[in-house]
């Protein structure tokens, strides 16, 4: 079964996505939407909730966003937790 949202399936929305990008996915939401993990297979996993709000996972997550460049686009999936520490990590990449 493909994931599905209000804008399409998934798989066709995630290939539209700039060739920079990384992608950071709450854990649980690819646990429970395996097309979610297919369509991004470099994706960094995280575990949602408010233990992910903590500098060593910001440090982490800055570790991978190494690899895309300032102009590129950081894309979390995921719960209220994994928008804002991928925000944070947004302002801080480079």
Avoid at 27 to 37: C, D, E, Q, S
Avoid at 41 to 47: I, K, T
């Amino acid at each position: 079964m493909a994931t599905r949202d209000r804008w399409g399936p998934f798989g066709a929305r995630a290939r539209g996505l700039p060739r920079d990008t990384l992608a950071i996915v709450d854990a649980r939401v690819a646990r429970l939407h395996p097309g979610v993990r297919r369509a991004l297979p470099g994706a960094l996993l995280v575990a949602g909730g408010e233990g992910l709000k903590r500098l060593a996972e910001v440090e982490r997550i800055l570790q991978a966003a190494r690899a895309v460049p300032r102009h590129g686009t950081l894309l979390a999936v995921g719960g209220g937790t994994v928008g804002d520490v991928a925000a944070v990590a947004a302002h801080l990449h480079r």
